[in-house]
């Protein structure tokens, strides 16, 4: 039983660690920076501008349709690194795990992240374990940074839209929220939705290619694309008008949120982004991105409008206006 | 989902918005109230008011199961939750609901009390199934909506001899509201409105005669509505149209939902497991008799407050809280003091801001 679990040893820096990371880790990761056994990463420094992002990764379940904690783990802190425009460089993870959280899940979880990792072309150069009681944490939390370059002449910043621009989003909104709502416990609807999970920067890259000047990127992950709204315009001071007849919304989505009284617009997304550009340049940008797998589905949604309350609102498909909900804590399924 | 888009179509939404802005005689004031949360919701999401004349104004009713649950309730589900043994299971909405100095079930659980979230009285089941060494409580919140649901699961907790299973029942009854809200009693004025959109599942269950009452006695005409933005304006139009002819009746526009008998099967469960209440407290409303559900002395052993005698006594509202009288239809959510300051559904100070279908909720959330 024990050899099967992740015991207090493996985090104790001992024998059975070293064990392990040489078995799992190393041989999973592989690469140069790793291999050499050091407690860090030694590399050379592109010229230019380094950007630099963290993300901690707790979910339940950790395992999805579409993904696990792993892969989410390594997508999630390259799109923070893409958002800025760079280009990953690499990344670092750091593991704290429950004792006796099972060794084949854990496995199946460091396979998964390298394989996204390398899928991304991005290795992982260094990292932690840590082990902490049963009872003290939910069987793996996973940190992982990443480092990244920018290109000269890339502004991107959550401060810089301006009234007049045009908002773009990648793809479909809510399926990764709808995903992992599907399997929670109590929740018994039927969905085939997959979670979005993926990494960014090579979309990001193709469409700097076509549009330079793209002013704002984030990725709606929780909070949903209100969430992320919201924050864009309070960092600019302008206002957003949206219009519900052009927000890519799978049926299924629009189904489950629903019957569950969620606003899709509420729920976390994993593999798409937001963009803000001058408006004379969204077609362009919508252009590049349809171009790309991962924006088949992207749309233009709205435009940025001068309001010094940073409001975001929406126009209904009947022609209405009213404010985008700000979702205050989570969000919470409705009964009647 | 399909066969609801003829519901949500752009095109006959706009014309039926022009239908009613055409048949609207300029000199008048309509306020017509929407009883039931879900409407209020819908009518903020899709922002409908602002598709009609200006004249013609939404009143949100007291419709909203979680926004009328008193604070001396929470204190008990709070009381309840506490206890060692006891599993407490809830529909979401109500983990957020004031109860005395503002206590909440969500922080109860913070503070370790294990209180679950379901989203069907069969989780609650399956929860008391999967914990047999735990008392299991399904604190039962709703109008008669969803009391046919837990009259089936008492049923079947009898059934299956689940002995760890009890529920505590706050069902609540849309008629004595409604009559209280509109006509007045000794704790406020009526609610003063030229027609009522009546419930929709609600409707469903206890069908169009409990509300005949509005149309003869308060000579208030009411209309029967589904949930969609074109049921909701088709309502209004019918409204608009009986308020012209001078006509007071109980009309239905949910006919693909609500037959004039609702479900007397629903109500066969419901008769066989609870009990009218002599009173039961609302919030905003006061005690109002025969309002609410109690259950049935043939079901004694799964009452939970039989099972675990709690005390709770009646808790005043925040003394800055205007629920009351948004909750009667006779302010505006905006127009309390606090509403978006010290009341914001992050922190609900009043019931109202707590649910989705609470009317201060919409107006904050949806401007
Ligand atoms: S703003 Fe808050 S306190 Fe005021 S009426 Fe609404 S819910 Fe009650």
Redesign the pocket.
């Known amino acids: 039983m024990a050899e099967n679990t992740i015991t207090l040893a493996h985090g104790s820096g001992g024998r059975a660690m070293s064990q392990l990371i040489e078995d799992l880790f190393r041989c999973a990761f592989d690469n140069p920076w790793l291999n050499q056994g050091n407690d860090c990463a030694v590399m050379d420094s592109p010229p230019g501008r380094l950007v630099m992002a963290t993300d901690s990764h707790v979910i339940t379940p950790l395992f999805f349709p579409g993904g696990d904690i792993g892969s989410l783990a390594v997508h999630g802190t390259l799109n923070d690194v893409a958002m800025s425009g760079g280009k990953p460089i690499s990344l670092s993870v750091a593991f704290i795990l429950e004792e006796g959280f099972p060794l084949a899940d854990l496995e199946r979880i460091v396979r998964s992240m390298a394989d996204a990792a390398r899928q991304a072309g991005v290795p992982v150069v260094t990292g932690d374990t840590k082990v902490v009681p049963r009872g003290q944490a939910d069987g793996v939390y996973i940190t992982t940074t990443g480092l990244g370059r920018v290109s000269e002449g890339v502004n991107i910043a959550g401060s810089r839209a301006r009234p007049g621009d045009a908002i773009l989003v990648s793809g479909t909104l809510g399926d990764h929220g709808v995903a992992i709502l599907s399997l929670r416990e109590n929740l018994q609807f039927q969905t085939t939705l997959e979670s979005d999970t993926a990494a960014l920067h090579e979309l990001v890259a193709s469409m700097l290619a076509a549009v330079p000047d793209i002013h704002c990127l984030r990725d709606p992950t929780r909070g949903g694309l209100s969430c992320c709204l919201y924050e864009l315009a309070q960092q600019s001071g302008v206002g957003m008008i949206i219009e519900e007849a052009q927000l890519p919304v799978r049926e299924a989505v629009a189904g489950a949120c629903e019957l569950l009284g969620l606003d899709p617009l509420n729920v976390a997304n994993e593999g798409k982004l937001v963009a803000i550009c001058p408006g004379h340049q969204a077609q362009a940008l919508l252009a590049a991105l349809h171009h790309h797998p991962l924006g088949r589905e992207a749309a233009i949604i709205g435009q940025v409008v001068e309001d010094a309350h940073g409001l975001v609102r929406l126009k209904t498909r009947y022609g209405g206006m009213r404010h985008v909900e700000w979702l205050a804590g989570e969000a919470l399924p409705r009964i009647c | 989902m399909k066969h609801l888009s003829e519901y949500r179509d752009a095109g006959a939404v706009r014309q039926m918005a022009a239908a009613i802005a055409r048949e609207v005689d300029a000199a008048r004031y309509y306020r017509f109230m929407e009883f039931c949360g879900g409407h209020t919701h819908a009518i903020a999401r899709d922002a409908l008011a602002g598709l009609l004349p200006e004249n013609l104004q939404f009143v949100h009713g007291p419709g909203c199961p979680v926004?009328v649950l008193p604070g001396e309730r929470v204190d008990l589900a709070i009381a309840l939750a506490q206890r060692p043994e006891v599993i407490l299971c809830t529909y979401a909405d109500t983990l957020r609901v004031p109860g005395s100095g503002g206590h909440t079930l969500l922080r109860a659980r913070a503070q370790g009390a294990d209180v679950r979230m379901v989203y069907a009285t069969t989780d609650a089941l399956q929860v008391a199934r999967d914990h047999p060494d735990r008392q299991v409580v399904f604190f039962a919140i709703g109008f008669e909506t969803t009391a046919p649901a837990t009259a089936v699961a008492l049923l079947q907790a009898r059934d299956e001899a689940l002995g760890n299973f009890s529920a505590c029942c706050n069902h609540v009854l849309t008629p004595p509201a409604m009559r209280a809200v509109l006509s007045g009693d000794q704790e406020s004025a009526p609610a003063r409105v030229n027609g009522v959109i009546g419930p929709s599942h609600v409707s469903a269950i206890i069908g169009l005669e409990p509300y005949t009452f509005v149309a003869h006695e308060l000579q208030t005409p009411l209309v029967v509505a589904g949930f969609e933005p074109l049921d909701v304006l088709q309502a209004v139009l019918m409204l608009v149209r009986q308020t012209h002819a001078g006509r007071c009746e109980v009309e239905n526009q949910y006919t693909r939902v609500v037959s004039p008998q609702g479900n007397p099967k629903a109500r066969a469960l419901m008769d066989q497991v609870f009990l009218p209440r002599p009173s039961f407290a609302w919030r905003g409303l006061g005690r109002l008799p025969h309002s609410a559900l109690g259950i049935a002395d043939d079901f004694a052993d799964l009452d939970a407050e039989r099972r675990f005698p709690v005390q709770v006594v009646p808790v005043e509202?925040?003394p800055?809280?205007?629920?009351a009288?948004?909750l009667r239809g006779q302010?505006e959510?905006r127009a309390?003091?606090?509403?978006?300051r010290?009341?914001t559904p992050e922190s609900?100070?009043?019931?109202?801001?707590?649910s989705s279908e609470?009317?201060?909720?919409a107006a904050?959330r949806y401007g």
Do not use: E, I, K, T
């Not at chain 2, 609900?348 to 707590?354: H, K, R, T």
């Open positions: 926004c509202d925040h800055a809280c205007q629920c009288a948004v302010m959510p309390c003091r606090v509403f978006g010290g009341c609900p100070l009043g019931a109202c801001m707590v609470g009317a201060c909720a904050y």
